[in-house]
Structures are given as C-alpha cells and as structure tokens.
C-alpha cells in the first residue's frame, strides 16, 4: 500500500485549486442567489481538459486516470459544489458510458466533443415515479424503421436545460422489467426534445436540474448504447463510478467547511480570547477532520480500484456514503461554529450546508447506497 | 404524576392549529421567498391576541400559563417557524424585562400597549459579543434626566417592526455587574434601524442590525437598578429557550406530518415506501426523539408556572428540542429524496428553518455550559 500521489496527480490538484479560487470563488455567492448557470467557466474547465478527465486523448479528453478526475473536482467542488457537480455529471455519467459503451463511430460523434468540453452532457435515469427504484421506466423506445422513436418523462436531470447531449435509458421490452430497459445517445436540440421546467432548489442553485420530456423524439439506429436490453446494467455501472464523483464533491464541501471554520474560530474572539483555544470548538474540528479524512480515503480507494479496472460498486457505494454524511456533517458542524453569522448568506457557510444535503440523495440516496453495501456484505 | 393536558390547552392549541393552517399556511412559500412576513396577517395576528399571550388579563392580555404559551408556539412553528419566532420573543425576551424587573410606572405605561400588538424586541447580541454576551460594549452614559445610549446590535429578531427595543448595554466597566437594561421606544433620536439580515432560514421573521448615537433614554425607562441588566438579560433568555424548544418542537412535529404523509403516498418497488423499513425507521426515531424532547420542555414549562427554578431544565429542553429538531427536518428531507430538495415542498424550507433553534438564544454549546454549570455545582464544584 501507499499513499502517496504521483506528480501528474498532484500536478492537477494544483491546477485545479488555482483555477477554483481565481475563477469560481468570486462568483460562487452570486450564481447561488441569481440560479445562475456558470456558462462560461464551465468552457473554461472544457478548455483546460476538466470535462473529460479519464477519457482517452484520443477521443477528446486529458487521458488521465480517475484518481486525477476525482482530485479535480475535489478541489473544484471546494469552491462551488454547483461547479462540481456539473463537471462530475459530464465525465462519470456522460463521458464514461460512450467510453466504455460505445462503437469508435459513436465515439467520434458523441465523446469527442463531450469530452473536449464543446459540448455538455446530462445523464437521463429518474422519472417522477422512477427514483430510488430506477428499474421503474415508463419511458420507451419503440422500432421504427431502423431507428427508434422515443416518449417519456425524465426528472430532476443535472446539466438537463443546458446539455447537448443526453445519455437516455428507455424501455424496449415493458414486459420484462429491468431487463427490458435500453440505452440511447440522444442530440438534446432534436425534435420533440424539451425542458418542461427547472427545479427551484434549497443548494446547488448554479448546477441546473430539468425536467425533460421527450416526444415522439426520433433516433437513428446507431443511437442505441451498447447492446439492446442492457441499459439497466448499463445505468448501474454508469453510477458506480459517479458516486466516486459525488463523493469527491461531497470531501470538497465537507474540505471547504474545515477551512472556513479554522479561519473563523482563529478570528473571532470570545470571552477573551479567539474561539479556537475552546474545547468545545477544538473537537468540533477534530471530529470533522476525523470523517472527512476517513471518507477521503474511500474515495480514493474507489478511484483507485477502478483504475484498475475492477469491479468497484461496494466501495463507490461506501465512498459516497462516507463523503456525503461527512459533508452534511462538516457543513453543518462549520455554521454552529460561525453561529448567528453561520445563518446569514454574507458568509459562505450556509450555502456549504445547503450544497452539501443534495449529496446524500442524488446519484442513489444513502439508503441506496446502504443497500449495495449490505448486500455485498450479505452475498 | 399526570401527562394529560387540561381540556382549556387542548382546545387552545386546536384553535391555534386551525387558525395557522387557515391563515398562514397559505403564505408560507412567499414570505419565504420575499423574506417578510405578510401584512394583513401581522394585522390579524394582532386582532387574535397573540401578542398578548403571556402577559396577565389586567394588562390586556390573555394570561396564558408557560405551558399552554409553549404548546401555542409549537402549533404556530408546524406552519411557520418564522412567525412563531416573532410572537415568542415578543411574549418572552422582549417583554419579560420590563414585566419581572420594571417599575410599576413602566409596567402601567408599556405593558398594555405590548399586549395590544405594539412589538417588542430584545437587544443583547453585538457584532463581538455571541456567546460571550458579558462581553458587550454598548454604552450608557448618564446624562440629565437620563441617559445617552451609543454602540452597535445584531441579530435583533422583530427590530424591523418593533415599537419597543430592549438594550442591554454598560453603565461601568465592571464586567457582567456593569450592565443594566433600558427600554427605547422606535422613534428614539439617534436609534438607527439597520437592513433585515439576509438569512439561510426563518425568513418569514426579521433579524435586523441596530445602531445607537447618543440615543436619549430617560431615566424612568431603565429596567431596574443599574448594574443588574446581565441578570435580567440571563433570566429572559431562561424562559426564551422554553419557548424555542416548543418551537423546535412544532417543526419537528410538522417534519414528521410530512415525512409520514409521503412515505404513504410514494411508491416505489410497487408498494408505498412507508413499507420499506428503512423508512419506518426512520419515522419511528423521530417519534421516539421527539416525544422525549417535548417531555423535557413540558417539564421546562411546568418548573416555571409552579414558580420553582427552571434555568437547567429550560437549557436541558432547548438543547434537547433543537438537536433532535435537526435530526427530524434531516430525516423527513431524506425521505422526500430529490423532491425534497426542491423548493416545491414544505420540508425544504423546514430545514433551512430549522437549522438557526441550535443557535439563537444560546447555542447548544451554550446550553451545555449552563447544564454543566448546575450539575457540577449540585457536586458543590
């Protein structure tokens, strides 16, 4: 075992941190009040090879492994969860299945330009009654002619009003369940594609989440994703390794509370002396240091493991659950310790709190995740 | 020992429900969103009495036990926290200064126009003085016939509407015996109400800055002697956490409503999810923590119409109410999943609002200071 990271990793923590404080932190408050897309510093993120971190240069992307994607939005995310997820959503869940799914030629078409960041992609699982129990699709894909004519409802879709690209799982078989479902790359702009609305949400108000209906929406036939009926399985592994995604902007925000509650508690004085040199704080600190170290850690070893190629869907499943309560907790630890201030929108800590709550329930819900770790357990 | 309520609470409390379901409910989602409560309701609220709650019949108000004034509170908070927060600190820290420690004169000249709706506020929290509220550095220096107020609070919940400022601030430089407390009325020369704070949460009720230039408080408005405002400031706050504790509990009460309402309607696996059991048990912990908590505020509220001492039971209640608060608005959020999240249902806002019961009138730091403070000195340390 070690611990240590290469210099090309560190060489992108760098870059990443240096990036996030002079482009995102300034703006971070302001896009949350507004709901404001960051357009343009997410082509700047494409420009410097962010959107398609682990996909190979030869389809667009920086050729780097997934331990150096999950440091970059680690660090991104420590500026702006919002940013975070929007670039975790267009490589683990865009990206990663026409990588692992596609044909050269729908590499060529659709990859590419994802992961060169020219164009943004969106990941189309949840329906209004297909959440947690995502093998639920009303969605389907019927034959016509060679292609396939698409109808249905998506909810709560991440990059969904500003996407090119849509990863979309339909039914093909209704009789047969999960294993009746499909996989299909879809051109967002195509006929009978629309956003129905956009959710106004407690955090992440940067990151846009839609709902997309689709409308008699017609593909050709090489817009099936890998084989016919394998678009569960699909979806599934698509997730594994968002959830390590996930949880690196989960550690981002659980980072970036530690940061601002030791900032803070070394500056403000109370009963005589600055509120660091009190137990009650000192803890606090130890103990949202302890969680997120640990869930570091397991997102790392996640990361790690795919990189090597191995089956990962346990320790992505501990990974974002770790992360994800670690932020939750951090976050909500670093308003306790601002207190008063901590509520009001002048200091950046309640937005890290309502940021972080989205993290224990997108990408699977930390009883999802419960449940993929003890069946693994179990088996 | 008897649980029950008496039949009067009951229907009080029902009165109450119905009325914060009929009236305000409706406006919760806007006042949230504009960050002010709505003005025909503060009219009404007034018209109802609720800003008399607690003060006694001969002043104008409705004379409510502590007991029954907390469960008002909590059916105002399962709609909404932020008016409930108005009418508790106007019932309890903006006015229990003047009616426990006043003179005659200012109980006879403020109380009835309190009871009648003219609201008050309570101004101890400067921009360095939190926790450490001994710490704070308004002053008042003494001038003819009275005296001249100068210095800076935060954090004034009700100052945006508030007829009446309860100011805390130093008439020596003798620590916490250096402290004495005053009553200003709005239109006081010098009192300068600052912007309503933009906040995470309970946006429904106002926070707001207040500055003090040489601010001319006459004599007659000082809250008893000189030197014992610190005092008077502490003993509020004792009863001021009962009230936030029955806050928390009307928040936690509404986050269980809403949590079991659609865990019955949501389905998934083919079945309503109230099926599953991780969301049973979830459901099943917020009913046993909240019951515990609301029989730690009971006890709270019960100690202080008995007339005993209450500060350790009221620090243990709020503590108590407002961590488990937490948990309940976290829980039902959860059960919500994506839909949670948005701003579409309730329990979103209940969370955000939820969050600042563990701050405001003592942190739950604080709280675990005082409830140290008195075990360890029934170990005579």
């Known amino acids: 075992m070690k611990f240590d990271l290469s210099s090309e990793q560190e060489l992108i923590r760098k ?84 990588q692992a799914f596609g044909t050269d030629a729908q590499k060529e078409e659709w990859l590419e330009p994802l992961a060169s960041g020219q164009k943004l992609g969106a990941y189309c699982l949840s329906e209004p009654q297909a959440g947690t129990d995502a093998a639920a699709q009303k969605t389907t894909a019927n034959p016509d002619g060679d292609g396939w004519v698409l109808n249905g409802t998506k909810n709560f879709i991440t990059n969904g009003a500003h996407a090119d690209t849509f990863i979309v799982f339909a039914m093909t078989d209704l009789t ?45 036939g090489d817009q099936l994703l890998g084989e016919i009926k394998d678009g569960f399985k699909i979806a599934m592994q698509t997730l594994d390794g968002g ?14 509370s ?31 240091t302890l969680r997120t170290e640990a869930a570091r850690l397991l997102t790392y070893r996640a990361a790690a493991v795919k990189d090597q190629g191995r089956r990962h869907s346990n320790e992505s499943a501990l990974a974002k659950l770790a992360a994800s ?55 | 020992m008897d649980f029950e309520l008496r039949e009067d609470q009951e229907l009080f409390a029902k009165g109450v429900r119905d009325f914060a379901r009929g009236e305000i409910q409706p406006l919760c989602a806007k006042m949230d969103r504009e960050g002010i409560i709505d003005g025909e309701l503060l009219e009404k609220i007034k018209q109802q009495g609720f800003f008399g709650l607690s003060f006694p019949e001969h002043y104008g108000g409705v004379g409510l036990d502590t007991h029954t004034y907390g469960l008002v509170v909590r059916e105002l908070a399962r709609v909404d926290a932020g008016v409930a927060i108005m009418i508790a600190v106007h019932n309890s820290v903006g006015s229990y200064p003047v009616m426990q420690y006043g003179s005659d004169a200012l109980k006879e000249k403020y109380l009835p126009k309190m009871a009648d709706g003219q609201i008050a506020s309570f101004c101890v929290t400067e921009p360095g003085a939190g926790s450490d ?16 107020v100068t210095g800076e609070k935060i954090w004034v919940t009700n100052g945006h509407h508030a007829d009446f400022f309860v100011v805390m601030a130093r008439t020596s430089d003798d620590g916490h015996k250096g402290i004495s407390s005053f009553l200003l009325e709005r239109d006081t020369e010098g009192l300068q109400i600052g912007a309503k704070e933009d906040k995470m949460g309970l946006r429904s009720s106002d926070a707001i800055s207040l500055v003090m230039a040489d601010a001319f408080v006459p004599e007659e408005n000082r809250i008893g002697p000189e030197g014992i405002g610190f005092k008077i400031a502490m003993s509020a706050l004792d009863g001021g956490r009962i009230g936030v504790a029955y806050q928390a509990l009307g928040l936690a009460q509404a986050c269980l409503d809403v949590g079991a309402r659609y865990a019955l309607e949501r389905e998934q696996f083919g079945k309503p999810i109230a099926r599953l059991q991780a969301v049973q048990w979830h459901l099943a912990e917020m009913a046993t923590e909240l019951e515990m908590a609301h029989l730690l505020a009971d006890k709270a509220a019960w100690l202080k119409d008995q007339g005993k001492p209450y500060g350790k039971q009221a620090a243990m209640a709020k503590l108590a109410c407002t961590e488990m608060a937490g948990r309940c608005a976290d829980k039902a959020l959860q059960i919500h999943g994506g839909f949670g999240y948005s701003k579409d249902y309730d329990v979103e806002r209940y969370y955000r609002d939820v969050r600042v019961t563990r701050i405001y009138e003592g942190t739950s730091e604080i709280q675990k200071l005082v409830i140290a403070r008195n075990v360890l000195d029934e170990f005579g340390g």
């Open chain 2, 133 to 148: 509220a001994a710490g704070l550095t308004s002053r008042a220096e003494r001038v003819d016939g009275g005296y001249r």
């Open chain 1, 243 to 256: 959830r390590i995604g996930i949880a690196a902007k989960a550690l981002g925000i659980a980072q970036a």
């Open chain 1, 325 to 379: 309560t670690a932020s939750v907790y951090c976050s909500e630890e670093a308003v306790q310790i601002f207190g008063g201030n901590g509520y009001s929108k002048e200091y950046p800590v309640e937005k890290l709190m309502r940021d972080a709550k989205i993290c224990d329930i997108y990408e699977g819900t930390n009883e999802v995740q419960k449940m993929v770790i003890s069946a693994t357990a179990l088996a």
């Open chain 1, 176 to 220: 047969k369940g999960h294993k009746g479902i499909s996989a299909f790359v879809v051109d967002a702009h195509a006929p009978g594609v629309a956003v129905a609305h956009t959710e106004h949400k407690m955090g992440i108000r940067a990151s846009d989440t839609a709902q997309i209906t689709l409308d008699d929406v017609k593909l050709r």
């Open chain 1, 258 to 288: 530690i940061d601002h509650s030791i900032a803070y508690a070394k500056e403000r004085s109370q009963f005589g002396r600055p509120i660091a040199q009190f137990q009650a704080i000192q803890f606090k600190i130890a103990e949202m």
């Open chain 1, 15 to 98: 870059t990443a941190r240096e990036f996030a404080e002079k482009e995102i932190t300034p703006h971070a408050a302001r896009w949350d009040q507004n709901e404001e897309f960051p357009a343009e510093t997410v082509k700047k993120l494409g420009e410097l090879g962010f959107m398609g971190i682990a996909v190979p240069e030869q389809w667009g992307g920086a050729g780097m492994d997934n331990l150096s994607y999950i440091l970059a939005v680690e660090e991104i995310s420590r500026a702006c969860g919002s940013v975070g997820v929007i670039m975790s959503v267009n490589n683990s869940l865009a990206c990663w299945p026409l």
